[in-house]
Nanobody, 127 residues
Framework: QVQLVESGGGLVQAGGSLRLSCAAS????????MGWFRQVPGSEREFVAA????????DYADSAKGRFTISREYAKNTVFLQMNNLRPEDTAVYYC????????????????????WGQGTQVTVSS
């Protein structure tokens, strides 16, 4: 069983930065594609970014391109989401997720393919 624990959320002014971390345990981190999703009350969970198990490929939502960077550190079993130039519309609970069965030709961005989820960390961007 994989456990994921997010940290790094908080309150920041528009234009500021935050770095989210997600520490994984209980599984084989190097085999999983890892993703970040976010959700606001009353809305569906939304894809933000994902990184291949090998670390050599990433994918981003259009809203994240050019502002967010996903990375992973195998020695620490941790995936990061560096968020720059934050906007009020980035306000959400951010979730880390692991895809235990990645496929060869693409990184999946649909939440239902990710088997393991963290508890979420709140990000609030004030205007």
């Amino acid at each position: 069983q994989v456990q994921l624990v997010e940290s790094g959320g908080g309150l920041v002014q528009a234009g500021g930065s935050l770095r989210l971390s997600c520490a994984a345990s209980g599984g084989t981190f190097s085999r999983y594609d890892m993703g970040w999703f976010r959700q606001v009350p009353g809305s569906e969970r939304e894809f933000v970014a994902a990184i291949r198990w090998s670390g050599d490929s990433t994918d981003y939502a259009d809203s994240a391109k050019g502002r967010f960077t996903i990375s992973r550190e195998y020695a620490k079993n941790t995936v990061f989401l560096q968020m720059n130039n934050l906007r009020p519309e980035d306000t959400a609970v951010y979730y880390c997720a692991a895809d235990e069965h990645p496929i060869a030709y693409m990184i999946r961005i649909e939440a239902n393919y990710y088997e393991y989820w963290g508890q979420g960390t709140q990000v609030t961007v004030s205007s």
